[in-house]
């Protein structure tokens, strides 16, 4: 007979968790979630890394599951004191139905018309699709479904397995195309890609074109991350169940590394974005702007620049051509003159006179303010 899950709810002191600057995965600049620890219990899952499970024992991470009963109220307080911008929220695993922390979350970012950002493995969010729904229409809101394989996968059963509790990715793609049918962004998170086990060309390009069927408007890949006791339970799983594949994961996971060795990550990245382009959807989750926002083209401006890291580190560019890109768009994101008055008053000069920003980068900011006609029309994707 299987463990039970245990529900332990507790008054957390704080629920809202601020970035420095916005992601430039998912475009989020706050995150809040309701739960710690999950029943999905999927093996290879970054959340049982020390800094986000506090157990003493990691097998408790699908049993104990912590709930922060106060955490709609915590929201509301919080949500006072800071700039509206995207929230990532929401977890709906099988303890939502009874206690309905997510959705309460979801009635304060309504209430308090922030945009949200959720990242599921479960149809059930398809539950609360009405409050979705209005706040998409109030701001923004955009639902994206992890997804490393369909039923047709060749290792379909291994990584079910290793999924455990999650729903089949089946009930994923049919509720993505729910949400795509109802007007709210949708795609998937192809991470974490497994080693021997996703990373296939017909793997991926079968996800990819599942996921474009269903409405899916992008999909945003990474790799599997290993680190400290997260690391040793999933090379205790493997050797228990694939001891087959231990060889290649100890060769591309050596003990300091937390990405996989070498440029095996890039060269998937690279598939991935010629499968996309195949397909015709982003390999990059476009930037929701909403109606009337501040400084939008800044905004867009560090996307862009966000963008073309990521696309020079796929490259294999060097550090010094990546990283100049990112920090670009780290500066312009918080800068408090709008780009295009800049450029307007001084021109390419007064470009290259924002910290960070050169001749290459400052050339590539000029086109792209030459190319937006009209800024104050940059609204949501």
Same mark, same amino acid.
């Given at each position: 007979?299987g463990?039970?899950?245990?529900?332990? @709810?507790?008054?957390?002191?704080?629920?809202?968790?601020?970035?420095?600057y916005p =992601?430039h995965?998912f475009? /989020?600049?706050?995150?809040?979630? @309701?739960?710690?620890?999950?029943?999905?219990?999927? &093996?290879?899952?970054y959340?049982r890394?020390?800094?986000?499970?506090?157990?003493? %024992?990691?097998?408790?991470?699908?049993?104990?599951?912590?709930?922060?009963?106060?955490?709609?109220?915590?929201?509301?307080?919080?949500?006072?004191?800071?700039?509206? %911008? /995207?929230?990532?929220?929401?977890?709906?695993?099988p303890?939502?139905r009874?206690?309905?922390v997510?959705? *309460?979350?979801?009635e304060?970012?309504? &209430?308090? &018309?922030?945009?949200v950002?959720?990242?599921? *493995?479960?149809?059930? #969010?398809?539950r609360?699709? %009405?409050?979705?729904? &209005?706040?998409?229409?109030?701001?923004?809101?955009?639902?994206?479904?992890?997804?490393?394989?369909?039923? $047709?996968?060749?290792?379909?059963?291994?990584?079910?397995?290793?999924?455990?509790l999650?729903?089949?990715?089946?009930?994923?793609? %049919?509720?993505?195309?729910?949400?795509?049918k109802?007007?709210?962004?949708?795609?998937?998170?192809?991470?974490?890609?497994?080693?021997?086990l996703?990373?296939?060309?017909e793997?991926?390009?079968? #996800?990819?074109?599942q /996921?474009?069927?269903a409405?899916?408007?992008?999909v945003?890949?990474?790799p599997? /991350?290993?680190?400290? $006791?997260?690391?040793?339970?999933?090379?205790?799983y493997?050797?228990?169940n694939?001891?087959?594949?231990?060889? !290649?994961y100890?060769? !591309?996971?050596? =003990?300091?590394?937390?990405?996989?060795?070498g440029?095996?990550?890039l060269?998937?990245?690279?598939?991935?974005?010629?499968?996309?382009?195949?397909?015709?959807?982003?390999?990059?989750?476009?930037?929701?702007?909403?109606?009337?926002?501040k400084?939008?083209?800044?905004k867009? +401006? +560090?996307?862009? !620049?966000?963008?073309?890291?990521?696309?020079?580190?796929?490259?294999?560019?060097?550090?010094?051509?990546?990283w100049?890109?990112?920090?670009?768009?780290w500066?312009?994101?918080e800068l408090?003159?709008?780009i295009?008055?800049?450029? +307007?008053r001084?021109?390419?000069?007064?470009l290259q006179?924002?910290?960070?920003?050169g001749?290459?980068?400052?050339? !590539?900011?000029?086109?792209?303010?030459?190319?937006t006609?009209?800024?104050d029309? #940059?609204?949501?994707?």
């Open positions: 007979m463990r039970k899950a245990v529900f332990l @709810p507790y008054q957390a002191r704080s629920v809202l968790n601020k970035h420095k =992601d995965w475009w /989020t600049h706050y995150t809040v979630y @309701p739960y710690i620890g999950c029943q999905h219990g999927c &093996e290879f899952c959340c890394e020390r800094k986000y499970a506090p157990y003493e %024992d990691i097998a408790d991470f699908p049993y104990v599951i912590k709930i922060k009963e106060n955490a709609p109220d915590l929201l509301r307080k919080a949500l006072l004191k800071v700039p509206r %911008d /995207t929230i990532a929220v929401g977890d709906y695993q303890l939502e009874k206690y309905g997510s959705r *309460r979350l979801l304060v970012c309504l &209430e308090m &018309e922030f945009p950002f959720m990242l599921e *493995r479960s149809p059930l #969010v398809l609360d699709l %009405d409050l979705i729904a &209005e706040i998409n229409r109030k701001s923004h809101a955009s639902v994206l479904f992890s997804l490393i394989h369909t039923a $047709q996968s060749l290792h379909a059963g291994v990584i079910d397995r290793m999924e455990h999650a729903p089949r990715p089946r009930l994923r793609l %049919d509720a993505m195309r729910a949400l795509a109802a007007g709210i962004a949708t795609g998937i998170c192809l991470m974490p890609i497994l080693p021997g996703c990373d296939s060309r793997n991926l390009e079968l #996800v990819i074109r /996921t474009a069927d409405g899916g408007q992008f945003l890949a990474a599997l /991350t290993l680190a400290d $006791q997260q690391k040793t339970y999933f090379m205790n493997l050797q228990a694939q001891p087959e594949l231990l060889p !290649l100890r060769r !591309l996971y050596p =003990d300091n590394s937390y990405g996989p060795k440029d095996a990550w060269k998937i990245g690279r598939m991935v974005r010629e499968i996309c382009a195949k397909v015709g959807i982003p390999d990059r989750m476009p930037r929701p702007i909403l109606p009337g926002e400084r939008a083209l800044n867009r +401006a +560090a996307e862009l !620049l966000a963008d073309r890291a990521y696309s020079l580190e796929l490259d294999g560019e060097e550090p010094s051509r990546v100049p890109c990112r920090k670009a768009a500066v312009i994101e408090p003159q709008d295009g008055l800049i450029y +307007a001084m021109g390419l000069k007064g006179s924002i910290q960070g920003v001749p290459s980068i400052g050339s !590539l900011l000029e086109d792209f303010i030459k190319n006609s009209n800024r029309q #940059v609204t949501n994707f």
